[in-house]
């Protein structure tokens, strides 16, 4: 009876230990998609920085008008770049279109609808995670 009693609270524990591993882990993920959240509304440059800067609650309030519409001038440069990225090597690709043989050009058609498709499921992910 004893052993059994023992065999029970070891197990009781486990289960606890299990539960409260779990909770800790939901809540930290919880903590980073909000973060990620604040870095596409482009708020999370400004927080980053007054958290290293060791801001005090005067300093943010004085710095978020200074900083805020420097961070939404980077978030727009980020996205013209992507922009002009994805012209850049859609042209590379007509350039070498000549040069490959028809297989060579289904590969790297295939390779483009695969780049193409895990960039709009990570789009996909994040307007799901800012809304």
Request: hydrophobic letters at 35%; charged letters at 35%; a positive charge.
């Amino acid at each position: 009876m004893r052993t059994f009693k023992i065999i029970l609270a070891i197990s009781g524990l486990i289960g606890i230990g299990f539960v409260a591993g779990f909770m800790t882990q939901r809540y930290a993920f919880k903590e980073r998609m909000e973060k990620a959240k604040d870095y596409g509304r482009g708020r999370g440059l400004g927080k980053f920085i007054l958290e290293k800067i060791e801001a005090t609650p005067e300093q943010k309030e004085q710095l978020a008008p200074i900083m805020q519409p420097y961070t939404l001038r980077l978030r727009e440069s980020v996205k013209s770049f992507k922009k002009e990225h994805t012209a850049i090597r859609d042209s590379m690709y007509s350039d070498m279109k000549p040069y490959l043989t028809a297989e060579q050009f289904q590969t790297l058609s295939e390779l483009k609808k695969k780049f193409t498709r895990k960039r709009r499921k990570r789009k996909g992910m994040r307007e799901r995670n800012h809304n």
